[in-house]
């Protein structure tokens, strides 16, 4: 059982990182994903190694997606792949979750309408002109999207996505 968290250069490390170990915990092999299976560098020059390319994922595989925020997720959203695979994972119903600026990539993968949602306040337009409800909730849970405010709410987030399962 497998867990991807999607990465680009300058994901926040904290939003990584511990959802990366969390699922461990929890039982879940996780499964890096960026653009290219290479080295991303973090907000502060942390470097993470990607596992695989989204071309190279059998979402049969996948139990459930993270999104961790940071300006990765302004990246992540520019390859249709990336899209694509968050959206697979969400029409199968399995667990999302988008953290703080992952919202970008969860309304470009056109997730998020009709939906009860959070993320960091300033994506609050965004999501809003994509169809969502925003919440003020630091953590929203709508079916199997789990969102997050903040690396704050890291604990509640993880406890909510976990639950999913």
Same mark, same amino acid.
Do not use: M
């Given at each position: 059982m497998m867990i991807a968290l999607l990465i680009e250069d300058n994901f926040d490390?904290?939003?990584? @990182? !511990?959802?990366? !170990?969390r699922v461990q915990e *929890?039982?879940?092999k996780p499964l890096v994903v960026g653009p290219e299976a290479k080295t991303y560098k973090g907000k502060t020059g942390?470097?993470?190694?990607?596992?695989? *390319?989204p071309v190279d994922v059998?979402?049969?595989? +996948?139990?459930? +997606?993270?999104?961790?925020?940071? !300006? *990765?997720?302004?990246?992540?959203?520019r390859y249709p792949e990336m899209l694509e695979l968050v959206s697979t994972i969400n029409k199968a119903g399995k667990p999302l979750g988008s953290i703080c600026h992952a919202?970008?990539? @969860?309304?470009? *993968?056109?997730?998020?309408?009709?939906r009860m949602l959070t993320g960091h306040p300033s994506t609050k337009d965004d999501l809003e002109n994509a169809g969502a409800h925003y919440s003020t909730?630091?953590?929203?849970?709508?079916?199997? +999207?789990?969102t997050a405010q903040h690396y704050r709410d890291l604990p509640m987030f993880m406890k909510a996505f976990l639950e999913r399962f």
């Open positions: 490390e904290q939003e990584f @990182i !511990y959802p990366f !170990y *929890a039982g879940f942390f470097g993470w190694q990607a596992d695989v *390319a059998d979402t049969e595989q +996948l139990s459930g +997606l993270i999104v961790p925020g940071g !300006y *990765a997720p302004d990246r992540v959203r919202s970008w990539v @969860i309304i470009s *993968a056109k997730v998020v309408a009709g909730e630091r953590v929203v849970v709508d079916g199997n +999207l789990v």
